[in-house]
């Protein structure tokens, strides 16, 4: 009698503890494994279109705000040789570093002098990077390169194309590398792969 009294309380605990389980809602930000392509229902999907930080560059101008400092507060050029000279800390290497990570390496320099500096950073002009367009184009010319930038995008920059003008064997040079677009095809949709992102330096040749 004793063994089944044992064995009926074991059971109820086992069920007990079972329902308890099946009861416990998973945790908001669980993955459902039922489909892992989805993302976790309490985190934010990342935009696939969202451009990249801009990367700051030699002959770029910033704009720094040091929050209740006026003598600190001012634009900024960059050097030729990547360097920014600022009050107090002197010289830092900005180029090849994003908006944010200048404002942090800046923030951890000057509070060697300020307690808890708070710094803003605006590009204010952009010199290091841009693209060209010439030939068949209204307004050709030199245009900075401002995040992500396609062809189609560039294109769109120069107003409309002149009379004469050869659409379907657009080239992009790109130092030693010839690629084409075809403005007539990609504008409905075909052969979208030749409308890269374009890099610094690329040259666009509209014939005419």
């Known amino acids: 009698m004793l063994r089944l009294s044992l064995k009926f309380v074991?059971?109820?605990?086992?069920?007990?503890?079972?329902?308890?389980?099946?009861?416990?809602?998973?945790?908001?930000?669980?993955?459902?494994k039922t489909n892992p392509a989805l993302p976790a229902s309490g985190a934010a999907a990342a935009d696939p279109g969202t451009s990249a930080p801009y990367?700051?560059?030699?002959?770029?101008?910033?704009?720094?705000?040091?929050?209740?400092n006026a003598q600190l507060t001012s634009?900024?050029?960059?050097?030729?040789?990547?360097?920014?000279?600022?009050?107090?800390?002197?010289?830092?290497?900005?180029?090849g570093m994003t908006v944010a990570q200048l404002t942090?390496?800046?923030?951890?320099?000057?509070?060697e002098f300020l307690k808890d500096p708070v710094i803003d950073i605006?590009?204010?002009?952009i010199n290091s990077k841009r693209y060209f367009v010439y030939g068949g184009v209204?307004?050709?010319?030199?245009?900075?390169?401002?995040?992500?930038?396609?062809?189609?995008?560039?294109?769109?920059?120069v107003g409309d194309f002149k009379?004469?003008?050869?659409?379907?064997?657009?080239?992009i040079l790109r130092g030693d590398q010839t690629l084409y677009f075809n403005y007539n095809d990609v504008s409905r949709g075909k052969h979208m792969e030749q409308n890269i992102v374009l890099q610094n330096g690329d040259r666009i040749f509209v014939p005419d």
């Open 10 to 32: 074991f059971s109820l605990a086992t069920a007990a503890a079972i329902c308890s389980a099946q009861s416990t809602p998973a945790p908001r930000d669980s993955v459902d």
């Open 122 to 125: 605006q590009v204010a002009k």
């Open 75 to 95: 634009p900024y050029d960059i050097r030729p040789d990547g360097m920014l000279s600022m009050p107090l800390i002197g010289e830092v290497k900005a180029d």
């Open 55 to 68: 990367v700051v560059g030699p002959l770029d101008v910033l704009y720094i705000k040091v929050w209740n």
């Open 104 to 111: 942090e390496k800046l923030k951890m320099r000057l509070s």
């Open 138 to 157: 209204a307004k050709p010319g030199e245009f900075p390169l401002v995040g992500k930038t396609t062809v189609m995008d560039a294109l769109s920059m």
């Open 163 to 171: 009379d004469f003008a050869n659409r379907k064997k657009i080239r």
